[in-house]
């Protein structure tokens, strides 16, 4: 019980307990609903359910979260190529901005790490039980919260005085600027069609 009470007595300590907490919950939410779900749900809703929680869960931390707690924001900009196709925003670009408290951070950093590792441990679990439609909705998950700690961790390390906008060490994904590129290869399939 008193582990409990000095989680929360740290929450509160921190400079925004409220989005903290939400942080925390976003986290655990998908976590909570793969494991007790089946329980009330059926294996759809269950999917489904988790599914959304980890979208949110995403979104709240690459926008909010990450941005109010440890002053980082990341984004993918599939227009703007010449600088690389991710886009960051740190708290090094504006110095000597308020500081960052270091329960916020310490609870960030840990949460953003320990969720993919949570979910491959929940992967390599269903494959050793043999359960492939859970192993979908775990790739997901583990995908969602990597790509998190990932953009994240790029964030984290990126200078912005050495390379305005660049990032060399992100994964990159195919770059689809517009509708052109479909365009193009409509016409392409339609050469190979017989009339």
Avoid at 76 to 91: L, T
Avoid at 104 to 121: C, E, H, Q, R
Wanted: one cysteine or more; a positive charge.
């Amino acid at each position: 019980m008193d582990h409990v009470k000095n989680f929360y007595h740290m929450i509160l300590e921190s400079s925004h307990p409220l989005t903290m907490g939400l942080h925390l919950i976003g986290k655990a939410a998908p976590i909570v609903f793969y494991l007790i779900g089946s329980w009330f749900m059926s294996f759809t809703a269950q999917f489904i359910a988790v599914l959304l929680l980890l979208a949110g869960d995403f979104y709240i931390t690459k926008n909010i979260t990450g941005r109010k707690l440890v002053q980082l924001r990341w984004w993918y900009d599939s227009v703007n190529a010449e600088s690389g196709p991710m886009s960051f925003e740190s708290h090094k670009q504006y110095a000597p901005g308020p500081p960052i408290n270091p329960i916020d951070s310490k609870l960030f950093w840990t949460s953003v790490y320990v969720a993919p590792v949570v979910w491959i441990i929940f992967g390599v679990m269903c494959l050793l039980q043999a359960k492939l439609l859970y192993l979908v909705l775990i790739a997901m998950a583990i995908c969602l919260t990597g790509w998190n700690a990932q953009g994240f961790r790029n964030c984290d390390k990126w200078d912005p005085s050495a390379q305005e906008g660049q990032s060399d060490s992100w994964w990159q994904l195919p770059n689809v600027g517009s509708l052109e590129n479909l365009g193009r290869l409509a016409r392409l399939q339609n050469m190979f069609r017989s009339t």
